[in-house]
C-alpha cells in the first residue's frame, strides 16, 4: 500500500468523532491491505511499531524533529518556531513548511510505501548508544525528503508520539469482527486471541491471513504476557458472598504492584500489569523466581510489595517506585526488598490453566512456589458467612493490606485475560469507615492555573472509563491535593498531550481550557458519588438529565502510571459506588431512627 493512501484514511478517521463511521473506515482500510501490512498500519495508527512488551518506542524529541524539518525544507529556526506557536502541532508545521517548496521537486519521485515509511521509523527507534541522535535525525531527514506534504505531517506526528487519532485497541477489534462479517459473533473470540498475546497487530495479521480459524488457533505462549484478570467491586460482605453463590476465596489484597512472571528453564522475565517488560528493575525477583519457582515452565501472578528490611512489615507502594530509577537498583534492592504473594498460575509445563477453576490452579501454585521468608502464596481463606468475611478484612487491614478480594471458586471461575468481571470481587478498607473509596481517573482537559499557580495547570477535569462505549466521560473537576511539584510535572504531562479540539474517545459538555489527550491516570479521592447535570459519567443511568460526580474531590499523590486509561476506574463502578452509597445511609437512616 503506498503510504499517501494510508493518510487517506488517517484523515478521513480525523474528520469526524462517530464510532459506528471510524469503525467503518478501518474495515475499509482493511480490505485494502496484505497481513503484513494489516499488522504495520494497525501499530502506526496507534502510534507504535510493536506491542508494547517489546519495549522499542517511537519517540524523538521535538527539537530533533525540527532539524530534519529545517534541512528538508530549508525553513530557518525561528520559521518554524514561529509556525509552532500559532499551529500548536509540529505535524501541520512540516506540511505546511513543505508544501510551499515541495511543489516542484516532487515530479519525478516514486511514492513512498507503508513498509518503506515503518521500516525506515523501525531503524529510527532501534538507534541507540553513542550518535544515534545524528543518525535518527539524518534517517527522518531522508524519509522527508521523500514525502509528500500531508505525509509528512503523519510522519512527524509518528516520531514525536503525537498520533493521536482517536482509535485505540479496542476499535481495530471492532473493526476486524465487522471486516469478518459480524460485529456481535466473532468479536469475543477476537478478543480472547488479543487477551492472550497483547499484541493487536498480530491479531489483525491472523484475521487477514486466515479469518476467524487462524484466530481460534492462537494459543498461550511463555514469553509473551497474558493481559491481566481485573476485580470488580461491592461495599458489602452480604452483597459479595450473595454475588458468588453464598462462598468464595477470600484473599489480602496487598498494595503493591502486580507482576506476571513468566519462567523458561533458566530465564525469567516479568511483566507489568501494562505487559511493558520490567526484568531489569528487579533483578533480586528474578534470582528468587530462578530458585523458588519449581517449574521448567510458567507463567504465574503475583503482587510484589515493598518490605521494610528493619521490621519486615509492608510499605506503601510509593516505595517501590524507586525501582523505577535506572541507576541505583542495587542500593534500592537493599534499601527496599520486596515481598512476592502469588495468586494465579495461568500455564505451568505445557498446560494452560485459564480455563480451571480458581481451586485447581492454586492447586498448582501450591505445588510449584517454594516459600521462604519473603515470598508465598497470598494470604487465604474460604469464607461462607459475612461476618467472617468481614472479620478477615479486619485482619487484612491490620497486617498492612488495602483490603481483600473474594474469589469466585465455583466449576465456572476460570481465569478470564484482559476481564473485569465477577469472578473477583475487591472489598477495601475505605468501604467500612468512609462513603467513597479512591477512584482511578483520566486526565482529560485543564485549566490555567490563577495567583499562585499562574504560568501551570491548577485544575484539571477528569473521567471515568465507560467500557461499553470506549469512551471516557467526565467526573469531576480536581484542583486540590496537589504540592507544587505535582503542578509542575503535571503541567508538563499536559502539555505534552495537549490537543486542539476534544479527542474523539472524550466524552464532556464541559470545556476545559485545554483539552489533553486521555492518557494520564491519577488517584482521586472524594466525599461521596452526587447527581450532576453538567457531567457526563452515567448520563441518564439514575436520573433522566443528570450524570455523576465526584463531590470534593482530592488528589492522593499517586500517579496511576501502573494503568492504561483503560484500567481507570469504569462509569459502571461509579453507578455502582453510587448505588451502595445511598444502601449505606438508608441503613445508617434506619440506625439512627431506632428509639
Ligand atoms: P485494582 O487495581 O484496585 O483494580 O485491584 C486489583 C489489583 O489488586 C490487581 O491487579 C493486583 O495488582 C492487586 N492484588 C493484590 N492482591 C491480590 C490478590 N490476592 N489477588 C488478585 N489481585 C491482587
Partial sequence: MEFRRLCEYYEMLEGTTKRLEM??????????????EAEKITFLSLGR??????????????????????????????????????????????????????????LFQEPLTVNQVYATLERIARQTGEGAM????????????????????????????KMRLGVADMSFIDAAAAYLGDPDLYKEEIERAYNITSN???????????????????????????????????????????????????????????MQIHKLDDEIVIFSRRQENITHQFPDVVQRCKTNLKAKE????????????????MLPFQELMHRRRKYDIEKAIEMY?????????????????????LLERRKVLEQIVVPDENIGLTVAKMVEDPEDLDLFMRKAVEDGCEGVIVKDVSPKSVYRAGARGWLWIKYKRSYVSKLVDTLDLVVIGAFHGKGKRSGWFGTFLMAAYDKATDTFKSVCKVGTGFKEEDLQRLTEMVKERAVPRKPARVDSVMEPDVWVEPEIVLEIVGDEITLSPI??????????????????PRFTGRYRTDKRPEDATTVDEIVEMYRSQLKVIAVEEGEGGAP
Fill in 535 to 552: 457531567h457526563t459519567c452515567a448520563y441518564g443511568v439514575i436520573e433522566k438529565n443528570s450524570g455523576l460526580a465526584v463531590r470534593f
Fill in 23 to 36: 469503525r467503518e473506515i478501518l474495515v475499509r482500510l482493511l480490505r485494502e491491505v496484505s497481513p503484513e
Fill in 49 to 106: 511499531l510493536y506491542p508494547p512488551y517489546v519495549g522499542i518506542e517511537l519517540g524523538m524529541a521535538e527539537r530533533l524533529a525540527m532539524r530534519s524539518i529545517r534541512m528538508v525544507t530549508g525553513a530557518s529556526e525561528s520559521e518554524i518556531e514561529k509556525a509552532m506557536a500559532k499551529l500548536g502541532d509540529l505535524g501541520l508545521v512540516a506540511e505546511q513548511l513543505l508544501s510551499r517548496k515541495k511543489s516542484q521537486t516532487l
Fill in 134 to 161: 545524528e543518525d535518527k535525525v539524518r534517517l527522518l531527514t531522508g524519509l522527508l525528503g521523500k514525502a509528500e506534504p500531508k505525509e509528512a505531517k503523519y510522519i512527524v506526528r509518528l516520531i514525536t508520539g
Fill in 298 to 313: 510458567a507463567i504465574v501472578e503475583c503482587e510484589a510489595v515493598a518490605v521494610d528490611p528493619d521490621t519486615g512489615s
Fill in 337 to 357: 526488598p520486596v515481598g512476592l504473594f502469588f495468586f494465579d498460575a495461568i500455564y505451568v509445563d505445557g498446560e494452560d490453566l485459564t480455563g480451571r477453576p
Fill in 200 to 258: 493487536i497487530g498480530l491479531v489483525m495479521r491472523l484475521v487477514k491471513e486466515g479469518g476467524i480459524e487462524a484466530v481460534r488457533s492462537v494459543r498461550i505462549k511463555v514469553g509473551v504476557p497474558v493481559r491481566p484478570m481485573l476485580a470488580e467491586r461491592l461495599t458489602s460482605a452480604a452483597e459479595i458472598l450473595q454475588k458468588l453463590g453464598g462462598r468464595g476465596l477470600a484473599e489480602y489484597k496487598y498494595d503493591g504492584e502486580r
